[in-house]
């Protein structure tokens, strides 16, 4: 019997025993939302006997999964049989697809396209089209076709709402990027979740199975869940309604890549007779912080409302600090954290910003201060250049189909097969509809290329046709040592003889290991390459880190002794293409939220007086966050120390602005009036974070100034049409 009374408190228990029909658990930060969904798996299991299959948990992350399974086993009592299903949902949309995909038309050796193969993708789709970058840029025609599938628009829906020719091209580049996937018997990331909505949407008897078979269906961050995510749940209850979602609307803050508030929003709406439990119960931060964190989320509108609070002590005021500049700004936030260091030397420290160009300040002051650290969000194990080439050759092997992948190592490493080789075997497969490697065989055959090309492919169609070979009758170790010698992989980088060689040997010795514990694992080739596939940088946190450079995206879900929020200003934090919607200023605040939310003890707010801006020589002046000013005045200690670290005096090579230049001199003790005076007075003065309207290009936040009056140049972020450049006496520019 699963005890709970010692375990949790009573709203919690109250979570954990309501079991039967529609739940939507308001899991404030720090509530203990992971202890809840664990002990009510285990409740389930231990107290109420559901056989442990039954149950479906759904995730976003990786580490979240695994985190939930080996804190529900330890609820277990051991040795017993079976465990719940409990993953992420494209890890769960992989297992049905496997099983049934082949109903709605595709094989199931099927390849999962990564972010890096999506986008070598798209950029063929588009060189078949004749368009360069300029015209459509890949990422972009990679998101916005991502953004639609998300809404459940195909090509045709797309072409048929467009508004001017560029979303035209692009509904073309997405009917083109689909056959191509098709063709490479491919999925990507959205397709896996939009593939698992068809299936189950057009075939009746597996819905009906799946309903049968999980009685109760638990999903975590619920408030981060897009339009596929959401049409999976409910195909997934449809023939009952055992659900429970678990969320914060405050925490909602992925909108970007499709994420919809509404779902948890409307999820009274969607089911009938729900019960709504709160989880109010901070056990993660003082008052102070939580004080301050519930203060700013409380401006906004599109929440349910929590009133969260806690059993811990006031602890330390806010500190706030204002930099004179960027670097000013990180050598005291460095500053601070050695202080923390010295009284706590164990407790992991978070130094968290909007956008990633902002670590570069903070690297660079760790360094000086020989502070060790790590930035999250880098390439991962699996990113890698020579992971990728031997995963690509296992995808080969498993999938001749896949395009993508043969490409990449085709000439990897170096054989002799040449760029018109490739464009000529390209061609062909275009117009006779094969696979390259049907190409391959078929020119091979008719001595249709030169005979050293012909050598050389070859050699390479060998090498492929008896990794085939070996996939039958070698385990997935042995397989890829057998790549790595055969393929002249390992030769290769031996004869390199340097020492990134040595290294990338060496991550290539730790894929043959990860081979090894996936064989441990019993699992099969498909599975270890859709694990690789599904592996996500947040995946690769390290939690031994003292300290980490993180954006505020990547910290959700962590908790630190020490936060230190950093780059506090308009048109930054709020970021400036968010300035001109409410909704979106709404999710900058559940940013905020989340930063500040992630400090156990002491948090550190800071921002930079004076910044450059889109590689500019000058300085421009910036103005505080709104944020800071939603914080209530009580609850922050204003920081006026200076830090005391000797700095070049000039260390710019110009100052072209007035106030660049004022401040130029007021460091030097002197004031200057250098304007004439018929200039000073002259037309209309901008400054960044101006919010301003203009005729064509509607409205826009001030991120660069330069000169003064109405011969001064601004570049102003507009919400429709980005960065332009305007002269204030043409731009007809109005203050907002």
């Given at each position: 019997?699963?005890?709970?009374?010692?375990?949790?408190?009573?709203?919690?228990?109250?979570?954990?025993?309501?079991?039967?029909?529609?739940?939507?658990?308001?899991?404030?930060?720090?509530?203990?939302?992971?202890?809840?969904?664990?002990?009510?798996?285990?409740?389930?299991?231990?107290?109420?006997?559901?056989?442990?299959?039954?149950?479906?948990?759904?995730?976003?992350?990786?580490?979240?999964?695994?985190?939930?399974?080996?804190?529900?086993?330890?609820?277990?009592?051991?040795?017993?049989?079976?465990?719940?299903?409990?993953?992420?949902?494209?890890?769960?949309?992989?297992?049905?697809?496997?099983?049934?995909?082949?109903?709605?038309?595709?094989?199931?050796?099927?390849?999962?396209?990564?972010?890096?193969?999506?986008?070598?993708?798209?950029?063929?789709?588009?060189?078949?089209?004749?368009?360069?970058?300029?015209?459509?840029?890949?990422?972009?025609?990679?998101?916005?076709?991502?953004?639609?599938?998300?809404?459940?628009?195909?090509?045709?829906?797309?072409?048929?709402?467009?508004?001017?020719?560029?979303?035209?091209?692009?509904?073309?580049?997405?009917?083109?990027?689909?056959?191509?996937?098709?063709?490479?018997?491919?999925?990507?990331?959205?397709?896996?979740?939009?593939?698992?909505?068809?299936?189950?949407?057009?075939?009746?008897?597996?819905?009906?199975?799946?309903?049968?078979?999980?009685?109760?269906?638990?999903?975590?961050?619920?408030?981060?869940?897009?339009?596929?995510?959401?049409?999976?749940?409910?195909?997934?209850?449809?023939?009952?309604?055992?659900?429970?979602?678990?969320?914060?609307?405050?925490?909602?803050?992925?909108?970007?890549?499709?994420?919809?508030?509404?779902?948890?929003?409307?999820?009274?709406?969607?089911?009938?007779?729900?019960?709504?439990?709160?989880?109010?119960?901070?056990?993660?931060?003082?008052?102070?912080?939580?004080?301050?964190?519930?203060?700013?989320?409380?401006?906004?509108?599109?929440?349910?409302?929590?009133?969260?609070?806690?059993?811990?002590?006031?602890?330390?005021?806010?500190?706030?600090?204002?930099?004179?500049?960027?670097?000013?700004?990180?050598?005291?936030?460095?500053?601070?954290?050695?202080?923390?260091?010295?009284?706590?030397?164990?407790?992991?420290?978070?130094?968290?910003?909007?956008?990633?160009?902002?670590?570069?300040?903070?690297?660079?002051?760790?360094?000086?201060?020989?502070?060790?650290?790590?930035?999250?969000?880098?390439?991962?194990?699996?990113?890698?250049?020579?992971?990728?080439?031997?995963?690509?050759?296992?995808?080969?092997?498993?999938?001749?189909?896949?395009?993508?992948?043969?490409?990449?190592?085709?000439?990897?490493?170096?054989r002799g097969i040449g760029k018109v080789t490739v464009e000529t075997l390209q061609n062909e497969s275009q117009s006779s509809q094969r696979s390259i490697l049907e190409v391959i065989e078929h020119v091979i055959s008719t001595n249709k290329l030169s005979p050293r090309a012909l050598r050389a492919l070859k050699g390479f169609n060998k090498q492929i046709q008896s990794f085939k070979q070996a996939l039958d009758n070698k385990p997935l170790p042995e397989l890829l040592d057998l790549i790595l010698?055969?393929?002249?992989?390992?030769?290769?980088?031996?004869?390199?003889?340097?020492?990134?060689?040595?290294?990338?040997?060496?991550?290539?010795?730790?894929?043959?290991?990860?081979?090894?514990?996936?064989?441990?694992?019993?699992?099969?080739?498909?599975?270890?390459?859709?694990?690789?596939a599904l592996v996500s940088e947040t995946d690769n946190y390290d939690e031994k880190s003292k300290v980490s450079l993180m954006t505020i995206h990547s910290a959700k879900g962590l908790e630190f002794p020490l936060v230190c929020l950093v780059g506090v200003e308009e048109g930054l934090f709020p970021h400036s293409r968010t300035l001109s919607d409410s909704n979106d200023i709404e999710e900058e605040r559940r940013l905020c939220y989340v930063a500040l939310t992630r400090a156990q003890k002491r948090l550190v707010l800071t921002r930079?007086?004076?910044?450059?801006?889109?590689?500019?020589?000058?300085?421009?002046?910036?103005?505080?966050?709104?944020?800071?000013?939603?914080?209530?005045?009580?609850?922050?200690?204003?920081?006026?120390?200076?830090?005391?670290?000797?700095?070049?005096?000039?260390?710019?090579?110009?100052?072209?602005?007035?106030?660049?230049?004022?401040?130029?001199?007021?460091?030097?003790?002197?004031?200057?009036?250098?304007?004439?005076?018929?200039?000073?007075?002259?037309?209309?003065?901008?400054?960044?974070?101006?919010?301003?309207?203009?005729?064509?290009?509607?409205?826009?936040?001030?991120?660069?100034?330069?000169?003064?009056?109405?011969?001064?140049?601004?570049?102003?972020?507009?919400?429709?049409?980005?960065?332009?450049?305007?002269?204030?006496?043409?731009?007809?520019?109005?203050?907002?």
């Open positions: 019997m699963l005890q709970l009374t010692k375990k949790l408190n009573p709203q919690q228990i109250e979570a954990v025993e309501t079991t039967e029909g529609p739940l939507l658990i308001l899991a404030g930060a720090g509530s203990g939302k992971t202890r809840v969904i664990t002990f009510r798996i285990g409740h389930l299991i231990e107290n109420k006997k559901v056989i442990p299959n039954k149950i479906l948990g759904v995730t976003f992350t990786n580490k979240a999964a695994q985190q939930m399974k080996e804190r529900v086993q330890t609820l277990l009592t051991p040795g017993r049989t079976g465990n719940p299903a409990l993953s992420t949902f494209h890890s769960f949309c992989v297992r049905v697809l496997r099983r049934d995909i082949t109903v709605i038309g595709q094989g199931r050796d099927f390849t999962i396209y990564d972010s890096t193969d999506q986008l070598k993708l798209i950029k063929t789709c588009l060189k078949e089209m004749g368009l360069e970058d300029r015209v459509l840029s890949p990422r972009w025609t990679l998101s916005r076709i991502s953004e639609a599938k998300n809404k459940g628009k195909h090509p045709e829906t797309l072409y048929q709402q467009a508004y001017d020719e560029k979303i035209e091209r692009l509904a073309v580049a997405f009917d083109l990027y689909q056959k191509k996937l098709a063709e490479a018997n491919a999925l990507d990331f959205d397709d896996l979740l939009l593939k698992t909505v068809e299936l189950l949407e057009q075939h009746d008897d597996i819905r009906k199975r799946l309903n049968n078979h999980f009685e109760y269906l638990m999903v975590d961050e619920y408030q981060d869940t897009n339009h596929a995510q959401y049409r999976l749940i409910r195909l997934l209850t449809q023939d009952h309604q055992n659900i429970c979602v678990v969320g914060d609307e405050d925490q909602s803050i992925y909108s970007w890549r499709g994420a919809d508030i509404q779902n948890i929003l409307n999820f009274e709406e969607d089911y009938h007779r729900v019960k709504v439990i709160k989880l109010e119960q901070n056990y993660r931060s003082t008052k102070n912080i939580l004080g301050a964190a519930s203060a700013v989320v409380a401006n906004n509108q599109a929440r349910k409302g929590k009133r969260l609070w806690t059993e811990k002590e006031n602890g330390s005021l806010i500190r706030f600090y204002e930099g004179s500049d960027a670097e000013d700004e990180s050598l005291f936030v460095i500053q601070q954290i050695l202080a923390h260091q010295r009284l706590e030397p164990d407790d992991q420290v978070a130094v968290l910003y909007r956008t990633n160009f902002q670590s570069r300040y903070f690297e660079e002051a760790c360094r000086r201060y020989s502070l060790q650290y790590s930035v999250v969000g880098g390439f991962s194990f699996y990113e890698r250049a020579e992971i990728k080439d031997l995963l690509s050759y296992l995808k080969v092997t498993s999938n001749p189909k896949d395009r993508i992948s043969l490409l990449r190592i085709i000439n990897t490493p170096p010698e055969e393929s002249g992989y390992v030769r290769w980088l031996r004869e390199e003889g340097t020492e990134e060689s040595q290294t990338r040997l060496e991550n290539l010795q730790e894929l043959v290991n990860a081979a090894r514990d996936s064989e441990d694992r019993g699992e099969t080739l498909h599975e270890f390459l859709d694990h690789a930079a007086k004076y910044r450059r801006f889109l590689g500019g020589e000058s300085f421009n002046e910036t103005e505080v966050s709104r944020f800071i000013g939603e914080i209530p005045v009580e609850l922050i200690e204003n920081e006026k120390k200076s830090v005391n670290v000797k700095k070049k005096t000039y260390d710019g090579p110009s100052y072209n602005d007035a106030e660049s230049i004022k401040e130029f001199y007021r460091k030097r003790g002197k004031t200057i009036d250098f304007l004439p005076q018929k200039q000073k007075n002259f037309g209309k003065t901008f400054r960044v974070g101006h919010y301003v309207r203009h005729p064509k290009f509607g409205t826009g936040s001030v991120v660069r100034c330069e000169g003064l009056g109405d011969d001064s140049k601004l570049t102003v972020n507009f919400s429709r049409f980005g960065l332009k450049k305007l002269i204030v006496k043409y731009a007809g520019l109005k203050k907002v």
